[in-house]
């Protein structure tokens, strides 16, 4: 008899975390798979982040944090707001969690009530759309093709506002995508907000410095008008390689700030403490790992570009940030291998682990139809193989 809530009978599991559990399995059973499923730098964390940490535990810093987070780190993300968005946010403006994940549930908690629209610019991460339902919200996507770069423009939102609409949703860098607004586009959104001053933005940024458009990385936030209404996401994952570390935090009204104080007084507490000052010290240091991290990102983007452009059929585009391409796998929907029919993105990544043993993630998950995500995120040697598996496996289809 199955005596679990609804709630989470009803939620899904993630997508992501799904594809990367099937293979680390199919690994453990001696399959040789290439995973290009999971979002994170394959770059250790730097020697100086990770000489704090230890710094840390030999000073003693291993009791209950605030629950916002040390009142020192609050100050370094208030410096790193000026320095890197000129932004202007207070420490006590300033929130830090176990992870940008619980960032982005605290804030959707704390703003949305039963029935209350989330607008989601779809392809979109898989929690946005879990989180929101998790919150008793109703998920409007507004779709986008890769034929404009997978970002929505300023009237599609301002089309799909409603007198029930609360908050918008998306990332730039975006995961699944890799694409990025640029501040014209930003500022078109802007003013769609200033007109609908009962709309919340969620503002997710943690791909900020993974961005190869050769301009400084751009904030809903920067317009002034409509400060009041965006929540800014940011963290240390993929920026630093601090993906275990567990360390996000947002920037907002003080009044939202507060209330995810709150909420998070009630769930996890304050954040760990070593993790916070290693945090302190990668915001307060030299950038230079970092941008030797994005350097080689960008040396494998062009490379992965390339061959897939030769595989025949598939749709690419090249992103501008993150890790990751979302190519148009739809010119094989109703082809078959061995009398299977391969009609969803779902089939063909189930048939891309299966028969070229490389793992990607279906783009139904982040609400699109015709994609699928994979992610640079390892080394050239292995994208180059797995690209190679992908065209084999793809030519088998008939």
């Not at 410095?209 to 994952?237: C, M, P, W």
Request: glycine content about 6%.
């Amino acid at each position: 008899m199955n005596q679990l809530s609804d709630r989470i009978n009803q939620m899904q599991e993630s997508a992501t975390i799904k594809m990367s559990k099937m293979s680390r399995e199919l690994k453990a059973h001696g399959h040789d798979i290439i995973d290009l499923s999971l979002g994170e730098p394959d770059f250790d964390t730097p020697k100086h982040i990770k000489d704090a940490a230890k710094d840390a535990i030999d000073k003693g810093f291993t009791k209950y944090t605030p629950v916002p987070g040390y009142a020192e780190l609050r100050k370094a993300i208030s410096l790193k707001f000026k320095r890197d968005n000129n932004l202007d946010y207070s420490p006590d403006e300033i929130v830090v969690s176990t992870g940008a994940k619980q960032s982005i549930a605290n804030v959707v908690l704390s703003l949305i009530n039963p029935g209350d629209e989330v607008l989601l610019p779809a392809p979109y991460w898989v929690s946005y759309a879990a989180i929101a339902e998790l919150a008793e919200g109703k998920c409007v996507e507004i779709p986008s093709t890769i034929d404009t770069n997978f970002k929505v423009t300023a009237a599609q939102l301002e089309a799909h506002i409603t007198p029930k609409t609360k908050l918008i949703i998306f990332s730039s860098p975006c995961n699944p995508t890799g694409s990025v607004y640029s501040r014209a586009e930003l500022e078109a959104i802007a003013q769609v907000l200033k007109r609908h001053p009962n709309v919340f933005a969620l503002c997710d940024e943690i791909y900020e410095y993974i961005n190869f458009t050769g301009e400084r990385h751009h904030s809903l936030a920067e317009f002034s008008d409509i400060k009041g209404q965006v929540i800014t996401v940011n963290g240390f994952s993929k920026g630093f390689a601090m993906t275990g570390w567990r360390l996000g935090y947002i920037g907002a009204p003080a009044w939202i700030a507060r209330a995810c104080d709150k909420m998070q007084g009630q769930i996890t507490s304050g954040t760990c403490s070593v993790a916070q000052k290693a945090g302190e010290a990668a915001l307060l240091s030299d950038l230079e790992p970092s941008f030797k991290m994005v350097a080689e990102f960008k040396k494998r983007r062009d490379i992965v570009y390339g061959l897939l452009k030769e595989i025949p059929g598939l749709k690419v585009n090249l992103p501008e940030g993150a890790f990751y391409f979302f190519p148009d796998v739809s010119a094989y929907f109703g082809k078959s291998y061995n009398g299977t029919a391969l009609n969803t993105p779902e089939d063909i990544s189930l048939y891309l682990l299966r028969e070229a043993n490389v793992a990607m993630v279906s783009g139904e998950s982040f609400g699109d139809k015709n994609c699928i995500r994979l992610s640079y995120a390892t080394s050239e040697e292995k994208l180059r193989e797995a690209c190679k598996r992908m065209k084999e496996a793809f030519a088998k289809l008939v």
